[in-house]
């Protein structure tokens, strides 16, 4: 990539490694272009939010690189490379069209050499045969191999690749010469195309979002670009329409399709004051719907963002091989110029024609495609294939912790169970107007957004408005505390009740279901019951953790004789009740202490201090929560138990094609090095050990993205 920008900066990782102007930034780049394309004819001096997208598509697969511009050069690409836009969305043939070209004279050259030898094929003319056949794969790579040393990465890929085939060419071995950098270019066009496909699963999401909505002005139909859509607008949504922003449903009842946020196509059905997101597909009869979100700041929009940040967060296993290329290139080059230079000192009968040509074999053979490439590959398709599943991961780091999880500890309410309660029975003292204290805990409940206040809510009706409360506060695990007329209303668990002195008369425990106690001026009022059913999924959950060896531990604020109860029907062994949130964390801390990973699935902002203990956080109801998707490390968008196991499984089959692409890379490549470095290899094994190792290993990278799950 040619950097025309004096004032370009390049950017290091913690080890000096250069992180932008690099093989793997260039395949990436490569990659991105037929996906831009569409987004940048939007954003061209034009829609400034889509122009965000392409900027944080652009920041993102430069890994770091800072392009902190936002004028008209945005469009232009403003890291200083070059990316000559009549190229974009280049087809595939045009792609391979330059190794088409050196492959068909590299044929004749050689038909003209061996089968149908030709008396002018000879001296000059057939140096420059195989030149022309060199240049269209060559010369870009020479270039760029320059370009790197001027940026200071003297020990690129470009450079090796050059360097032997020059040498080839030095040596009159044209056709390997010509052979090895066209099989380097296909490889090249190859791993763009891979990676292509790999961040065409992440990016389908791009897809789900509408340029343009309907809107109704004075109740007459007028389509706008969505980015335009102001808060407060009524969408007019027809069947089979995508919403374009999050916003209220104003009509009665409407299905929608929600794959886009969840990976389900399964209808859901919503009615009159509920909220639709963007990407919903409206399935029935036309309905409408109020703008509540801005364009940039809807579910879908931050999805997005997630996703695609998802890339710029590097596994171990990256960083590693980062840091190995750092170290091994140059070592590498060392013993070249050592297998060609030192058998001069110790062998009688030294050619250099002959030991160069084992060093330049030794050079290709280096070339750390296959893992530079291949293992970036790995895990896009692992981010790409959770993704296509409703399970957003905010990093390939959080694969490789999913893939080692040895504890998954979950909360109890709207993770195993529905988090829909309903009032079961009433029990109150005859002493009091069982209607009035309704209406009272009615008018408390709704300074709460806990399941427990929706259940209440439902049950009682509408809030009698001429109830006054005074002094609210809520006692964190226990309950909320509140005065009425001029006396205190205490509304939570029994814990509540015993830190007020509040005595009563019945055994908590005996009750299965989840209690909610109510005292007024001092006095035990009674008790309500509510019940929450189990998830469907739930059992097929555990059942799945424990076949992964996955060691489950429920952890609830809930009444522990309710906690044990979910547990034993679902069969998780550890399950504690009664727990306020310093208490779980001390339960999630035993655990870290015995060295084991855990993973907590919760809410992910209730439970925040146990999320940010445990070594991955996983949010449940991405649909229903901002603060989940920007507290979680993964999160589930549709709320199913089921993706828990699903998501540890995606991270283990990530990590094993890694592993098995970087033991199949460096097993190749030593063995054919010991090979080359004993004369015992020839340019064309070297290729093999090269670009082939390379193919198999992008082969083997993208299986994930075909894997059921």
Known sequence: MINKDPKHEHTYDAQGKMMCCSQEEKINKL????????????????????SKIVKKQREVHNDGHDNDQNNHEEHSDDDGHDHDHSSEGKSTFQMFLPAIISFVLLLVAIGFDNYFTQSWFTGWVRIAWYLVAYIPVGVPVVKEAFESIRKGDVFSEFLLMSIATIGAFAIAEFP????????????????????????????????????????????VAKTIKASTAKIGDIIQLKAGEKLGLDGELLSDTASFNTAALTGESKPDTKAKGETVLAGMINLNSVCQVKVTV???????????????????????????????????????????????VLPMFFVENYQFNDWLYRALIFLVISCPCALVISIPLGYFGGIGAAS?????????????????VQNVV???????????????????????????????????????????????????????????????????????????????????????????????????????????AVAYDKKFVGYLTIADSIKEDAQITIDKLKALGVKTTMLSGDKNTVVQFVAQKLGIINAFGDLLPEDKVNKVKDIIAKKETVAFVGDGVNDAPVVALSNVGIAMGGLGSDATIETADVVIQDDKPSKIPMA?????????????????????????????????????????????????AILNAVRIQRMKF
Request: charged share 20%; with cysteine; hydrophobic share 45%.
């Open 31 to 50: 990659a991105d272009r037929p996906l831009k394309k569409k987004v940048q004819k939007e954003s061209c001096c034009g829609d400034e939010d889509n």
């Open 176 to 219: 390997e010469g010509v052979a090895v950098m066209l099989f380097y270019a296909v490889g090249e066009v190859f791993q763009t195309l891979a990676v292509q496909r790999a961040k065409l699963n992440i990016k389908a999401l791009l897809d789900q979002r509408p340029d343009e909505v309907t809107i109704l002005e004075n109740n």
């Open 294 to 340: 801005a364009y940039t700041d809807s579910k879908l929009s931050k999805i997005l963002e997630m996703v695609q940040d998802a890339t710029a967060k590097k596994a171990p296993t990256e960083l590693f091989i980062r840091k190995f290329a750092k170290i091994y290139t140059p070592i590498v080059v060392a013993l070249a110029v050592a297998i060609c």
């Open 388 to 404: 296509k599943n409703g399970i957003l991961f905010k990093g390939s780091n959080f694969l490789d912790v999913m893939a080692s």
């Open 410 to 516: 979950m909360d109890k309410t709207g993770t195993m169970t529905e988090g829909v309660f309903k009032v079961q029975e009433v029990v109150f003292n005859s002493d009091f107007n069982k209607e009035d204290i309704l209406k009272m805990v009615n008018a408390l409940e709704s300074q709460s957004t806990h399941p427990v206040a929706t259940a209440i809510h439902q049950f009682v009706g509408n809030i009698d408005a001429t109830i006054v409360l005074e002094n609210v506060e809520e006692i964190s695990g226990h309950g909320l505390k509140a005065y009425v007329n001029g006396k205190e209303l205490l509304v939570g668990n029994f814990k509540l009740m015993d830190k007020f002195s509040i005595s009563y008369d019945i055994d908590p425990s005996s009750i299965v279901y989840t209690l909610i």
């Open 648 to 696: 540890i499984n995606i991270g283990k089959q990530t990590k094993k094609i890694v592993w098995q692409n970087i033991t199949l890379a460096f097993t190749v490549k030593a063995i054919v090095l010991i090979l080359g470095a004993g004369g015992l290899a020839t340019m064309w094994e070297a290729v093999f050990a090269d670009v082939g190792v390379a193919l198999l």
